[in-house]
């Protein structure tokens, strides 16, 4: 009988483990940024989440859409998370972000659990006189534009810039800029990366000081949250273990380093 009960109480107590097989659908967007995804489920991110399947037993579907969709998916509980999502506090409507408590006077997300870090920064049409010099702008004559949805828009807005959100991809800002419909851009750093690799090179270029710089996490759905919590914290968990191991490290080392 004392086996018996020292049995049940082990099982009772031991780390709630996921199902075998239990699906967690993901959206992210329908947009390639290299090195950290593509559209055929390659890049970083999609080996640190494959990482994290096998650390914790589920299996990832991941479904691309239009970035403004994913979120609005995630908040009406339709996907069971999102990946590749930066923090801000209106965001935490959509769902659930690592270590953040609501009620606290200045919820932060747990940057130990974030899937990469990405910079964004400021695009102008090559020889104008637009700047930035880390805390404001000067020779601005002009919207700036950001796409759709993306959280440089409140950063924009702060700073009391006119603004253009109109756009849904790089390429469509880029197009503004050379037409002259816009001063400035406002992209992702390995977007921009890409970009300048491309045939608007030469008549485009990157001021060397970031806008900012932020981290980017899985974020899961407040009700898979709430009807996983354990699951939810060994996902993160998980997370932050594939993100640190040395052969990942490895390879995003080198793979930042080649991408685009």
């Known amino acids: 009988m004392r086996r018996v009960l020292l049995l049940l109480l082990a099982v009772c107590c031991a780390p709630a483990q ?3 097989g239990e699906r967690v659908t993901l959206c992210f967007e329908r947009q390639e940024v290299r090195p950290w995804r593509t559209l055929n489920f390659d890049g970083l991110n999609f080996e640190l989440l494959a990482d994290v399947a096998r650390r914790t037993g589920v299996s990832f579907d991941y479904q691309s859409m239009p970035w403004k969709r994913c979120l609005e998916q995630l908040k009406a509980n339709q996907v069971d998370g999102a990946f590749s999502v930066s923090f801000k506090r209106d965001r935490m409507v959509l769902g659930a972000y690592p270590g953040v408590v609501a009620g606290v006077d200045n919820p932060h997300a747990d940057t130990s659990k974030r899937m990469h870090m990405d910079s964004y920064v400021l695009v102008r049409p090559r020889g104008s006189r637009l700047d930035w010099d880390g805390k404001k702008f000067h020779n ?5 534009g950001f796409q759709l949805g993306y959280s440089v828009g409140d950063f924009l807005r702060a700073h009391g810039v006119a603004i253009d959100e109109g756009s849904q991809r790089a390429d469509e800002l880029a197009q503004k800029l050379v037409a002259g419909r816009l001063a400035g851009a406002a992209l ?11 045939s608007y ?3 485009l270029e990157v001021l060397p000081v970031p806008l900012l710089e932020q981290a980017y996490y899985l974020v899961l759905s407040h009700a898979f949250a709430a009807k996983n919590p354990q699951l939810a914290a ?8 594939a993100r640190i191991s040395p052969a990942y490290r490895k390879h995003e080392t080198q793979a930042v380093g080649r991408a685009p």
């Not at 992702?188 to 491309?198: D, W």
């Not at 060994?234 to 273990?241: G, K």
Request: no cysteine; aromatic share 4%; proline share 3%.
């Open 18 to 20: 996921a199902a075998p």
């Open 140 to 144: 601005l004559d002009g919207r700036i």
């Open 188 to 198: 992702g750093g390995r977007t921009t990366a890409q970009l300048m690799r491309s």
């Open 201 to 203: 090179a030469d008549r």
């Open 234 to 241: 060994r996902l993160w968990d998980a997370v932050e273990h």
